[in-house]
Nanobody, 129 residues
Framework: LVQLVESGGGSVQAGGSLRLSCEVS????????MGWFRQAPGKEREGVAV???????RYVDSVKGRFTISQDNAKNNLYLQMNNLKPEDTAMYYC???????????????????????WGQGTQVTVSS
């Protein structure tokens, strides 16, 4: 059974930082991609950051230079360091692990599909102005 459990969300003021963590268990596709997507109320899911099996990273334009995705060597934990947070970053953030092998360039665009990814339950991030 694949399980992804997110933590680290919270409420911060604009300009603040948060570090999201995702604990992964039962996932044996160590050479596939992993990443984060978010969903704000009334909006569609949006891929935020992804890292592939070769360590390549891709970010949505709105978070470039502010967010950093990383994982531990065993790939049991995935992280998202979020700096200089903005109110528009407010959303539920989800950890995703691929069911298919794709490079980061393509993975960011498919991470929001339940058919091709395992998802966690999400952690709420709220940024106030």
């Amino acid at each position: 059974l694949v399980q992804l459990v997110e933590s680290g969300g919270g409420s911060v003021q604009a300009g603040g930082s948060l570090r999201l963590s995702c604990e992964v268990s039962g996932y044996t596709y160590i050479d596939y991609y992993m990443g984060w997507f978010r969903q704000a109320p009334g909006k569609e899911r949006e891929g935020v950051a992804v890292i592939d099996s070769d360590g390549r990273r891709r970010y949505v334009d709105s978070v470039k230079g502010r967010f950093t995705i990383s994982q531990d060597n065993a790939k049991n934990n995935l992280y998202l360091q979020m700096n200089n947070l903005k109110p528009e970053d407010t959303a539920m953030y989800y950890c995703a692990a691929g069911r298919i092998r794709l490079p980061a360039l393509q993975a960011l665009d498919v991470m929001t599909s339940a058919e091709t990814n395992y998802w966690g339950q999400g952690t709420q991030v709220t940024v106030s102005s």
